[in-house]
């Protein structure tokens, strides 16, 4: 079985690249590298910004921040690059970078450069007919897609060179607070059950629990997998917010994106892939297979999930604030306050219910 690999398309208007000047540097910054050099925009994501450079016969990948970004530390290209410099070395799917750059005279910005890794990548709901028609297939590639969510999270982050990435005490209550304030700077409009979900959190604060890398954007259309074999993940993408933190912090933010076809109407409209097609699992049986991969204790994993949903939404308004003040025309943004609202409401009737 072989299907289409994800596939750049012509660059968004207002997000396009100096290319005279991101060939010269490249030339004499990748031994061995020839031109010419032509530019496509990967159209998928909402945060960093993803191109497919070609320059001679090579094939790599350009990650910069968004344009009219107002968040810097939520884009740092310079930690990304050092995740991905010690992590492609112990965690396979990891892309080996192969450049970073400072000098703002060549794009505008910070970014840096990867090999390019093929394959496939599933978008919102859409599916291959290969999954939609095979249910089995669909279980064993929701098996792969947690158990690498486990691996990566039992890995000896600081054997690999990342024990000072980040401070795990104290981290929750830093992501509750933080996550919080990120969303007052950022608020156009008022959500009461956003606000209220805020307010849930950090009168419900858990002690510290374990310490781990930690992706904290851990979804489907994250991940590439291979043409040949859909339950085989050969790449994880979009390191940005990796860091040393809670490990169910990190599953309660992939249970954030995780729709189920039960779920009511509002809360399928929010998609990051194909999660309710036959064979899906479950959130709970997501959670169930994660203990039994990793041996932590997920008691507290709703605490987790509507933490996962409340942060979502604060980045959803975070880039629904920057098309608001007109930063950005990319209208695949303008009306993600409504998704923002729906995700405040669904927090609301986890916390209520109790259940995932």
């Given at each position: 079985?072989?299907?289409?690999?994800?596939?750049?398309?012509?660059?968004?208007?207002?997000?396009?690249?100096?290319?005279?000047?991101?060939?010269?540097?490249?030339?004499?910054?990748?031994?061995?590298?020839?031109?010419?050099?032509?530019?496509e925009?990967?159209?998928?994501?909402?945060?960093n910004?993803?191109?497919?450079?070609?320059?001679?016969?090579?094939?790599?990948?350009?990650?910069?921040?968004?344009?009219?970004?107002q968040?810097?530390?939520?884009?740092?290209?310079?930690?990304?690059?050092?995740?991905?410099?010690?992590?492609?070395?112990?965690?396979?799917?990891?892309?080996?970078?192969?450049?970073?750059?400072?000098?703002?005279?060549?794009?505008?910005?910070?970014?840096?450069?990867?090999?390019?890794?093929?394959?496939?990548?599933?978008?919102?709901?859409?599916?291959?007919?290969?999954?939609?028609?095979?249910?089995?297939?669909?279980?064993?590639?929701?098996?792969?897609f947690?158990?690498?969510?486990?691996?990566?999270?039992?890995?000896?982050?600081?054997?690999a060179?990342?024990?000072?990435?980040?401070?795990?005490?104290?981290?929750?209550?830093?992501?509750?607070?933080?996550?919080a304030?990120?969303?007052?700077?950022?608020?156009?409009?008022?959500?009461?059950?956003?606000?209220?979900?805020?307010?849930?959190?950090?009168?419900?604060?858990?002690?510290?629990?374990?310490?781990?890398?930690?992706?904290?954007?851990?979804?489907?259309?994250?991940?590439?997998?291979?043409?040949?074999?859909?339950?085989?993940?050969?790449?994880?993408?979009?390191?940005?917010?990796?860091?040393?933190?809670?490990?169910?912090?990190?599953?309660?933010?992939?249970?954030?994106?995780?729709?189920?076809?039960?779920?009511?109407?509002?809360?399928?409209?929010?998609?990051?892939?194909?999660?309710?097609?036959?064979?899906?699992?479950?959130?709970?049986?997501?959670?169930?297979?994660?203990?039994?991969?990793?041996?932590?204790?997920?008691?507290?994993?709703q605490?987790?999930?509507?933490?996962?949903?409340?942060?979502?939404?604060?980045?959803?308004?975070?880039?629904?604030?920057?098309?608001?003040?007109?930063?950005?025309?990319?209208?695949?943004?303008?009306?993600?306050?409504?998704?923002?609202?729906?995700?405040?409401?669904?927090?609301?009737?986890?916390?209520?219910?109790?259940?995932?």
């Amino acid at each position: 079985m072989t299907i289409s690999i994800d596939q750049p398309r012509v660059i968004r208007k207002g997000e396009e690249l100096d290319t005279a000047a991101l060939e010269n540097y490249l030339l004499a910054e990748l031994p061995g590298a020839s031109g010419p050099l032509s530019v496509e925009q990967f159209p998928s994501g909402f945060s960093n910004l993803t191109y497919l450079i070609r320059l001679g016969d090579q094939e790599l990948v350009l990650r910069r921040p968004p344009f009219g970004n107002q968040v810097k530390s939520a884009h740092d290209m310079s930690r990304e690059y050092r995740v991905l410099s010690r992590l492609c070395e112990v965690y396979p799917p990891a892309p080996r970078p192969l450049v970073f750059c400072q000098d703002h005279d060549v794009i505008g910005d910070d970014f840096y450069v990867m090999e390019r890794r093929k394959g496939v990548i599933l978008r919102q709901s859409n599916a291959p007919s290969e999954l939609t028609n095979n249910p089995d297939l669909v279980h064993r590639l929701c098996e792969s897609f947690i158990d690498n969510l486990a691996d990566l999270h039992l890995l000896d982050y600081t054997a690999a060179g990342l024990g000072d990435l980040g401070k795990p005490v104290g981290y929750v209550e830093r992501q509750v607070t933080g996550w919080a304030r990120r969303y007052e700077k950022s608020r156009t409009d008022h959500y009461a059950d956003v606000e209220r979900l805020s307010t849930w959190l950090v009168e419900n604060l858990p002690g510290d629990g374990g310490a781990v890398l930690v992706h904290n954007d851990y979804k489907y259309d994250n991940l590439v997998l291979a043409p040949n074999d859909l339950t085989r993940i050969d790449a994880v993408l979009d390191w940005e917010m990796a860091t040393i933190g809670d490990p169910l912090s990190d599953l309660g933010t992939t249970l954030a994106y995780w729709t189920e076809a039960s779920d009511p109407p509002l809360s399928r409209m929010i998609n990051f892939g194909p999660t309710t097609i036959p064979g899906s699992f479950t959130r709970r049986e997501l959670v169930d297979r994660y203990a039994d991969r990793t041996g932590l204790d997920v008691s507290n994993i709703q605490y987790f999930y509507v933490f996962g949903l409340f942060k979502l939404a604060v980045i959803l308004q975070q880039i629904y604030a920057r098309y608001h003040h007109g930063h950005t025309q990319d209208e695949r943004f303008a009306h993600l306050n409504e998704t923002v609202a729906s995700l405040g409401t669904r927090g609301m009737d986890v916390v209520n219910s109790g259940t995932l």
